[in-house]
């Protein structure tokens, strides 16, 4: 594992890694984020999973989550959202799957199954590997995303317990019935629909899965959020399984970064009381 | 003047126009930020004049001022550096000279001079412009810039009363000292230094130009600090003037917008107790 990147930022430390992931066979980045106060204790550890096209680089410097992670004393963990030059025919072609577009999903079919692993790099290569830093307290870690990174947040975070709390900006709750979701999911599950319902939040939620409480911010102006988005299906599945959801419906905000910026803090304060 | 982006930010807009300017004879771009305060009255002005290679979009996605100017109620003025697409030979060659790098000086050399003439952009064509809006308070209008933007805010605010405070972010303090400086000059406005005197902070301060404090912030592991940025003359020159300079020396901090977002709070705050 090499820094190739190294940036103070808000009295702390912005690294990237670069490093070869065993699930995905290829060489990978992440972006992590140190509070100051990781100078001097183990703090705790806030996983966030990018959208479709993104690498750790958006988030890294546009949300503005550096400042809210110095405030509470939090590191933020920011991995890519897929393999690269992998060299599969097609990675390259749409913003949608292969590239940039990895869906937090482990692949079952050919040719995407060799490197697709994106479940078991976040899990097994990624937080593993972070928690031997000594800054971090690898007992306190929370998970959110946005987008197609806000459904890799919540399936993660509903399908194990590795994860102290989860919320989501404008995820793609129910990928099952969006667009998106049935490309990426019959691309790299194959056609039979049973096995897509370990990656869909309400899928999972429907069959039993539970956290015990879920944040999630959504703007009303979202390009993305009738055709692709479903946060109505989450509300319900979540009310009928008694899971306690406080969706945020936010008049005027599209799917941008300038949406993720604005409410990044309250997020990061959300996890950073449940860590307490 | 058209409106060719509007993003809801921390509970006001991020806008950004297109319009033609008589000064430079083309169309150019700003960004404008009216924090949720200019809904009910005119808010304060912090203009932020970029750097090299920088146009309205690198301070609007990576600084994060948005958040700060909404606490505050001050509106966010982030123009380009420098004429765009004006057909001149060589314009788009380098970093540090033409487009991107018009240094906020009126430029008096061919062919140069028909479109480079940034500072007179800035105070006759685009704040006369932003004040027309209502959501403005026209008397009360600061500004602030990083790198050559720094330069651009600290010679503007010696040598006009347009401005109420002036802060700068690691700026081109003595550009007659320095290669960006001495290429920009001698290529807009010739090789009779005694010219490049009006465009140059520490020139300025030495003719007798004054303000009432200047606030800069300087990252100690800045890339530039010692070729080009010359905080030290500025000080310097600044103590033999008698002008209040407050000179914070940040370690760690290189030339990147992550040491701008981590100070860009304090510059927002250092200007509105002077609206005050």
Redesign the interface.
């Known amino acids: 594992m090499e820094i190739i990147h190294d940036?103070?930022?808000?009295?702390g430390r912005?690294l990237v890694y670069k490093h070869h992931a065993s699930s995905t066979r290829c060489d990978m980045e992440f972006a992590l984020y140190l509070p100051p106060q990781a100078m001097t204790a183990p703090v705790p550890l806030l996983v966030y999973l990018s959208g479709l096209t993104c690498n750790w680089e958006n988030v890294v410097?546009?949300a503005?989550a550096?400042?809210s992670c110095a405030k509470h004393g939090i590191a933020f963990l920011a991995p890519d959202t897929s393999p690269r030059d992998v060299s599969i025919p097609g990675e390259d072609e749409t913003y949608d799957f292969g590239a940039g577009a990895g869906f937090y999903v482990d692949a079952t079919v050919a040719p995407w199954e060799k490197h697709y692993q994106m479940r078991s790099y976040i899990l097994d290569d990624v937080l593993p590997l972070v928690a031997e830093n000594k800054a971090i307290d690898a007992e306190k870690v929370a998970i959110t995303g946005h987008s197609m990174g806000g459904h890799g947040a919540l399936t993660l975070a509903l399908s194990t317990d590795r994860f102290n709390s989860v919320s989501a900006f404008a995820p793609i709750a129910n990928p099952m019935a969006c667009r998106w979701g049935q490309r990426a999911f019959s691309g790299y599950l194959g056609d039979d629909q049973l096995h897509w319902r370990a990656y869909d939040a309400c899928a999972l939620i429907e069959d039993g899965a539970s956290v015990e409480h879920i944040l999630v911010d959504q703007?009303l102006?979202d390009e993305f959020l009738d055709e692709q988005l479903k946060p109505d299906a989450l509300e319900a599945a979540c009310q009928k399984a008694d899971i306690p959801l406080t969706l945020r419906r936010q008049?005027?905000?599209?799917h941008?970064?300038?949406?993720i910026?604005?409410f990044v803090?309250d997020h990061v304060a959300y996890h950073a009381e449940r860590f307490q």
């Open positions: 940036w103070t930022s808000f009295g912005q410097t546009k503005g550096q400042r703007g102006a008049p005027g905000y599209d941008s970064y300038y949406f910026a604005s803090e």
